[in-house]
């Protein structure tokens, strides 16, 4: 069965500073692979996705997220963070073979001080 | 920008009582779907419907639950006799259905309903 590990619990970093959360995955081909932001009290917001093709996705909000097959890791990325960024960010997989389940991380908790 | 709406935010109810949460799915989209967070956990799946049918389930999704789309508009999930770890987010997600029969596209999540059993 697939799986979906986010290593960091919870993040904090500084207003300005860049961005890394880790994503890794376990399946036995390419899944599709998203993140979403989950901002307090609000639902699931898709910040970006990876169906097939060029390994490095922009999404909304300048995050960006490169998947990397030999790592089976999908990590975002953010070269400037804003206060407005923090949230909890959970990375999703879905398995292209089959049905549409979503099967999510854990979720990372981003702190953001000013 | 369309958005999946779902109502009420939070739905208190005692244990043993059922509960309907509601839920309109972007209105071009084809497949719909609930999940489920209890508070400091992941998000689960629990299940899809597609063409006025359920394509999958989770283990979770027992004889308790139900849904049902009753008209063009309204997606809703049941839950028949509540328990007290039935207590949860719970989301609904639409998408359009694009691509090949069978594979995943994007899901667009509604904001939850909040179920607090007692």
């Known amino acids: 069965a697939q799986s979906v590990t986010q290593p960091d619990i919870h993040i904090t970093v500084s207003e300005g500073a860049s961005l890394e959360l880790r994503c890794n995955y376990s399946y036995g081909a390419t899944p599709y692979l998203f993140w979403y932001v989950q901002s307090p009290g609000q639902g699931l917001q898709l910040l970006l996705k990876?169906?097939?093709?060029?390994?490095l996705v922009q999404g909304i909000k300048g995050f960006e997220a490169e998947f990397k097959r030999s790592q089976s890791s999908f990590n975002l990325r953010k070269p400037s963070v804003h206060w407005s960024d923090a949230a909890e960010y959970f990375c999703?997989?879905?398995?292209?073979?089959?049905?549409?389940?979503?099967?999510f991380g854990s979720g990372t908790q981003l702190t953001v001080l000013p | 920008e369309p958005e999946v709406t779902q109502t009420p935010s939070h739905q208190v109810t005692q244990m043993g009582q059922e509960v309907i949460l509601r839920c309109v799915p972007i209105?071009?989209?084809?497949?719909f779907y609930w999940y489920r967070q209890i508070l400091g956990q992941k998000v689960e799946f629990l299940v899809s419907f597609y063409n006025n049918e359920i394509s999958e389930k989770s283990e979770i999704f027992d004889d308790q639950f139900s849904v049902e789309r009753p008209d063009g508009s309204n997606f809703t999930l049941k839950i028949r006799s509540t328990k007290l770890e039935d207590s949860a987010m719970y989301f609904c997600?639409?998408?359009?259905?694009?691509?090949?029969?069978?594979?995943?596209?994007?899901?667009?999540f509604g904001p939850g309903t909040r179920l607090t059993v007692l």
């Open positions: 997600a639409s998408s359009p259905g694009e691509g090949l029969a069978g594979h995943t596209d994007t899901q667009y």
């Open positions: 999703a997989v879905g398995r292209p073979s089959s049905a549409r389940q979503l099967t």
């Open positions: 209105s071009n989209h084809l497949y």
């Open positions: 990876y169906f097939s093709g060029d390994t």
